[in-house]
């Protein structure tokens, strides 16, 4: 990560992939700001490592523009399926 990131938002923060980015962004002092489809989720990904976590749907404009303000860069890894 470049000296200039200081915030991050892990789309699908509860995910396979992202259980492993999260801690890893925030090992390196990166505030990470995870975005979940089910809140029944955000409690695992806070314990990951995130700082906050934001309920939204991808299919939602408003819940995304609302998840990225403030944030330097997005992390979004999509299902291979």
């Given at each position: 990560?470049?000296?200039?990131?200081?915030?991050?938002?892990?789309?699908?923060?509860?995910?396979?992939?992202?259980?492993?980015?999260?801690?890893?962004?925030?090992?390196?002092?990166?505030?990470?700001?995870?975005?979940?489809?089910?809140?029944?989720?955000?409690?695992?990904?806070?314990?990951?490592g995130a700082g906050e976590v934001?309920?939204?749907?991808?299919?939602?404009h408003a819940s995304l523009v609302?998840?990225?303000?403030?944030?330097?860069?997005?992390?979004?890894?999509?299902?291979?399926?």
């Amino acid at each position: 990560m470049s000296g200039s990131v200081t915030s991050v938002l892990a789309i699908g923060a509860s995910g396979k992939n992202a259980g492993f980015v999260v801690p890893e962004l925030s090992r390196r002092g990166v505030a990470v700001r995870g975005m979940v489809r089910d809140a029944a989720t955000t409690q695992r990904v806070l314990e990951q490592g995130a700082g906050e976590v934001v309920v939204g749907d991808l299919r939602d404009h408003a819940s995304l523009v609302a998840a990225m303000r403030g944030m330097d860069a997005v992390y979004y890894m999509a299902p291979a399926f």
